[in-house]
């Protein structure tokens, strides 16, 4: 999977679209320095490629305008299509900004024009997801689930295997769903080459789980460079393990799932981003459905609050942003919802606003002195409290048993007053009376 796009002009970087967690700056501003020094050594090949821990770092050196196209992928990447999809940015580079760079006077601020050119070479590239386990682990439904569709109530055995392109917002990827019956076990090796994740779908049994170490093995041998990590699925089951439960006993990260719960899609692109080491908020890629979610709690809590104008323009933000994405139908459930609200507002349809009326609660500071007592009680003298005034105290009965644990306001209504003591108590009288329990307690 690519990772990250650099152009460095003059040791200098001019341009940088990330993807996917990738080395370090420290660690790539060395290795610029030696790849430059090689590159001039070697003046007969302008392509080259260096490996380092998890990561492959492709470039393509202009010498005469020194100038740097990096690409920085995971290790499963074909070296040939990395160096073609180098090629095509430099071939677009120098397109767009060969004049401005004879006569040096590049606009660094046009360089987003390079935005389109670089997200769609991600797509080219796009990762490589495995789906492997037993039969009737779950696989399919996982599937199914990550792509929408109507999950299935009854098994179905996958034949051979299913490969499907799957887009999340703007990412896009593959998606290989492995037949889990031990006759294709001879195809399991070359479905799971060459992946950049590979999920490991239990049903979360002690069985099951102890059989897919089998599938653990695969992936060291197979996919040793690939992301993997344990979907723990099956969760609403009786008997279930727990996620802990499965690390212990496959070595692998675990997250719980009920995959045949459609609201469970979005945990599941979580799971794949985490995987993948794509952060939602940072990725180009991914970055809209995270604005997007963050616009419809704006838009509820406008909506709650009675700020009809402000709850319009995020629906029609919200419809925008799905548009943008290719979620069509949730473009248009919000697009929908902005009509509506509008011409409720022009006919003054709208409910009398209520919440917003309402002040926020401020945050009460902490008290730092005593609290003022009531009269009545500040005339009797003050009995200082020792451990010697409860020293020969029956004990309490057992009817006053929630009056003794009970010393807090958070808890208060769960006081249970003895009968003949039953007076009522007034709202104020509340924190003069969690104070005494307080106070109490530190002697107990």
Known sequence: MLQKVLITKDDKVIYRREFGKAMGEEELKLLLMNLKKEANLDRTNDFGTYISFQNRLSYIFERDLDLFFIFISGLGDEPKDIENELKELRNEFLNIFGEMLTNNTIDTSLLELLNPIVDKIFINLRPKISLIGFSGVGKTTISKLIREEEIPTVHVPTITGKRSVIKIGKLQFILWDFAGQEQFSFLWN??????DAALLITDSTLENAEKSKFFVELIHEEASYANSAIIAN???????????????????????????????????????????????????????????????????????????????SYFEKISNICLELGDDSLGKEYYEKAQNLRTKLSENSLPPTQVSDIPEEPNMPEITEPIPVPTQVSDIPEVPFT????????????????????????????IEIPEGLQIPIEKEDFLFIDLFFKQSRRII
């Open 190 to 195: 070359n479905f799971i080459q060459g992946s």
């Open 234 to 312: 099956k969760q609403d089951l009786p008997g279930a393990l727990k996620p802990e439960e499965m690390e212990k006993i496959l070595g692998l990260k675990a997250y719980p799932m009920v995959a045949i719960d459609p609201k469970n899609r979005e945990k599941m692109i979580r799971i794949i981003s985490e995987i993948l080491e794509i952060s939602t908020d940072e990725s180009p890629l991914l970055r809209p459905i995270y604005e997007r979610d963050l616009l419809i709690l704006d838009a509820q809590n406008a909506y709650k609050r009675g700020k009809y104008d402000d709850a319009l």
């Open 387 to 414: 451990a010697e005034v409860f020293k020969n105290t029956e004990p309490i009965p057992v009817t006053h048993e929630k009056l003794k644990t009970s010393t807090t306001l958070d808890s208060i209504d769960e």
